[in-house]
């Protein structure tokens, strides 16, 4: 099991001792500040720099602790279904600096790295080796440019997780989240590709994560339950949170979350009994989720 390296601990120690908040999605908000359908969300680092600075403003405005920058599809394979392949530094680059000029000093800023929409060999095309490169391109991007944390996200696929955690060990000597996204069925809760919270803790400890957990997917009350699984797998690991608001319900090709900021936050309680340290929203979760999410967590422990 990984723990935080001499190098790490710096990070570590500025944030809160109790549990750490999060901000919520970015891809809802950025599409409410009006990205066209089918346009890449990172080009907006360049295009409209002022846009994603407001987004970080309303979640640090609310409290969060942890911002996550604007690059969740910003390497090279994701990027080139845009026609962009080759502004993977550009991109990422532009979501640092945007970030950290949105944070206040003691706020920690978090690269997102999200999967890259390719499936591993032999159910794909891509390499393991080829995964490594492409992570390894986008995380020193985010790394030159000054990134407290690398935090990878949504990931469906074992392999593809281990890949970008190990090229993040390769590049850096940043602490390292990874979270997966799991669906839930009568066989219970494994991601798309049949991985299941416990193997999904076990083995992204052991490729070196710092800390792992669930993200997107599922609503809270789902998300509580694989926490708890993780948490009886891996009893000693810092657990990472951040649930969807709800599962979509489509009105006229519209996306409508259920879950309302009173209703995250009645679950925050649970969320950290399971064991979170650091919680924050997914898809459809917005500032006012998080405000409401903050005040739950420091009623909780007294913060």
Known sequence: MAQWSEARRPTLARLPGWAWLADGAMGTMV?????????CPESWNVTHP???IDIHRQYLDAGCDIILTNTFGGSRLKLRRFGLGDRVGDFNRAGVRLARSAARPEALIAASIGPTGELPEPYGEVSVETFILVFAEQIAAVAEEGVDLIWIETMSDLTEACAAITAA???CQLPIITTMTFE??????????????????????DAGADC????????????????RAMRAAVPDAML????????????DGQALYPETPEWMAARVPRLIDAGVRIFGG??????EHVR????????????
């Open 292 to 303: 409401a999410m903050a005040r739950a967590g420091k009623t909780v422990v007294g913060r």
């Open 169 to 171: 060990q390769a590049t």
């Open 282 to 287: 997914c898809c459809g979760t917005t500032p």
């Open 50 to 52: 002022e846009r994603i």
């Open 31 to 39: 599409q409410t500040a009006g990205l066209p359908s089918g346009e």
């Open 240 to 251: 990472v949170a951040k649930p969807n608001a709800g599962l979509p319900q489509w009105n």
């Open 212 to 227: 792992v957990g669930a993200n997107c997917g599922l609503g809270s009350d789902d998300t509580v339950e694989i926490i």
């Open 184 to 205: 839930r069925s009568p066989r219970g809760y494994h991601t798309m590709m049949g991985v299941s919270p416990t193997e999904a803790a076990r083995c992204l400890l």
